[in-house]
């Protein structure tokens, strides 16, 4: 299992439409390049700061769920300020 871990910034008012927005229009109907993937988003309402960490069966699905995510944007509620990609050798959440 592969992961993709973003981190995003918004302005602490704003971390519910930002939820939303996640739940719309990444976990509603699977967009291209996300088929598989399962997600889990995190956040610090009183900071603003979100995590969404995006779990992959393959390198190369992590690779097109990656572009599939990065041609997304963000939204007017955030910025996305970091991404980076590891493999996870222990998992026991399903």
Known sequence: VYARVATFQSDPADIDRAI???RT???GD???GLEG???LMLVDRASGKGVGITLF???EAMRR???ALNAMSPGATERRTSVEFFEVPVQTVQ
């Open 30 to 32: 699977t967009p291209a």
């Open 37 to 39: 993937a399962r997600m």
């Open 57 to 59: 069966d393959s390198e």
């Open 65 to 67: 769920g990656d572009e």
């Open 20 to 22: 939303e927005m996640v």
């Open 25 to 27: 229009e990444v976990a």
